[in-house]
């Protein structure tokens, strides 16, 4: 079993910036792949940011490419999603998730483990 914690949500002007947290509970963060997903309004949950057990890999949505970047610190058994240059449109739930296998996986129902999720709005 693994909890989530995710923290670092709030409301910032466009062109701002945020870093979202995610704390893990259990000695074995580091078997599990991690993703960042977020959830708008009548939108389905879709995947913004993964990264492997490792950090070796990531992948990103099309949406965020070079505004956000994944990380993560096995040791602190936390992952971290910083958002730069922030729109309207990445206003949404975002949500970490945890799934204990050594590829990438960009769809919700692939992962196991969630949090309960942090608000993030921005404002135009």
């Known amino acids: 079993q693994v909890q989530l914690v995710e923290s670092g949500g709030g409301l910032v002007q466009a062109g701002g910036s945020l870093r979202l947290s995610c704390a893990a509970s259990g000695r074995t963060f580091s078997r599990y792949a991690m993703g960042w997903f977020r959830q708008a309004p009548g939108k389905e949950r879709e995947l913004v940011a993964a990264?492997?057990?490792?950090?070796?890999?990531?992948n990103y949505a099309s949406s965020v490419k070079g505004r956000f970047a994944i990380s993560r610190d096995n040791a602190k058994n936390t992952v971290f999603l910083q958002m730069n240059s922030l729109k309207p449109e990445d206003t949404a739930v975002y949500y970490c998730?945890?799934?204990?296998?050594?590829?990438?996986?960009?769809?919700?129902?692939?992962?196991?483990?969630w949090g309960q999720g942090t608000q993030v709005t921005v404002s135009s």
């Open positions: 998730a945890a799934v204990q296998t050594t590829v990438l996986l960009t769809i919700p129902y692939e992962y196991d483990y």
């Open positions: 990264i492997s057990r490792n950090a070796g890999r990531t």
